[in-house]
């Protein structure tokens, strides 16, 4: 017997925001495992050692490195959990959605295929590039995973939007900078002192170059998202989606003070992971910005007749 519908929509809730949460916790515990030289405290994959699952003595390895990207490791089960429970309560619902379950199956698929990157990075010790595509797929599933907390609120009809065409065109410049913003910020990361590992070679490009290129795209995207401020005032869009510009503004704000702290006092620890963490809120606040943007009716919904176009919604 299914769960009832209210207690089906708490936990499809919950599970959701479970793997906003775990998505992106788990890039910042990768940037632990990287700021503490850990990359390599488990030198093989998917063991920790040849012959063995879990850290063991060695002359070479301090056990703490073992320990941290051991438990790094572990936490991916975490995030698994956490994913497969989203697929799980998508195929409870009634009647079977299929935009829906094609978005709770890319929680699972991700996670895989995140396992499978960080053997690549660990395989291939650490090289840059590598770890810059295991952050930036991260990325992507927090994404992913906003537009399904969304999902299971709404229905599968085509969005009808607040915004007219043009304004719909400004938002997804503004997202597709932002793209351009993590990259160029993975790229800084690639050539600075935190490789993960001593020995792991950098990008040759140097800091200072990678960190005007991050610094320019980051005055590129706070122009667009200033932009968009005037622009939604002019069409009047309903509250809450003032709300989320707001917050998306603040946390952008907080990312771009954090990062000049960062890089004037030299990239210290802690204040690597909390950048990651920095990226992926303003990726969450960006996913919920673009989520209140538009409105999607359930199937019955439109069926007894009682979807309205928006005033402001322009083209479908």
């Not at 925001?17 to 390599?40: C, E, H, K, N, P």
């Not at 009634?94 to 709770?104: E, F, Q, S, T, Y």
């Not at 607040?162 to 800084?188: D, E, F, K, N, Y």
């Not at 170059?209 to 968009?228: P, S």
Request: proline share 7%; with cysteine.
């Amino acid at each position: 017997m299914p769960p009832p519908k209210r207690s089906l929509a708490t936990l499809s809730r919950v599970t959701a925001i479970a793997a906003v949460i775990t998505q992106g916790g788990i890039a910042v515990t990768g940037s632990v495992v990287r700021v503490t030289d850990s990359g390599l405290g488990c030198p093989t994959w998917p063991q920790c050692f040849p012959g063995s699952l879990v850290p063991q003595p060695h002359p070479e390895i301090a056990a703490v490195h073992q320990w941290i990207e051991f438990g790094n490791r572990l936490l991916v089960g975490l995030v698994g959990v956490a994913a497969l429970a989203c697929l799980v309560v998508a195929l409870l619902v009634r009647p079977r959605r299929r935009r829906l379950i094609l978005l709770a199956a890319t929680m699972p698929l991700g996670v895989v295929a995140q396992a499978v990157l960080g053997g690549i990075t660990v395989l291939t010790g650490l090289a840059w590039w590598t770890v810059s595509v295991h952050f930036l797929v991260s990325m992507v599933l927090v994404w992913l995973a906003m537009l399904l907390v969304a999902a299971f609120a709404e229905g599968d009809t085509p969005p009808r939007w607040h915004l007219p065409g043009p304004l719909r065109g400004l938002l997804r410049t503004a997202t597709t900078v932002l793209g351009a913003l993590l990259i160029a910020g993975t790229l800084v990361t690639s050539a600075g002192p935190h490789a993960g590992n001593a020995a792991t070679p950098r990008l040759t490009a140097g800091v200072p170059a990678m960190a005007q290129l991050h610094a320019d795209l980051l005055v590129g995207f706070l122009g667009l998202l200033a932009g968009l401020g005037f622009a939604l005032g002019a069409v009047g869009v309903p509250g809450h989606v003032w709300r989320r510009y707001a917050v998306l503004v603040c946390v952008v704000l907080a990312q771009g003070t954090l990062g000049v702290v960062q890089y004037l006092t030299g990239v210290p620890e802690v204040l690597v992971s909390l950048h990651v963490l920095g990226a992926a809120s303003v990726v969450v606040a960006m996913a919920a910005l673009w989520s209140s943007c538009r409105v999607r009716d359930s199937l019955s919904t439109v069926a007894v007749g009682s979807a309205r176009p928006l005033a402001s919604a322009g083209t479908p």
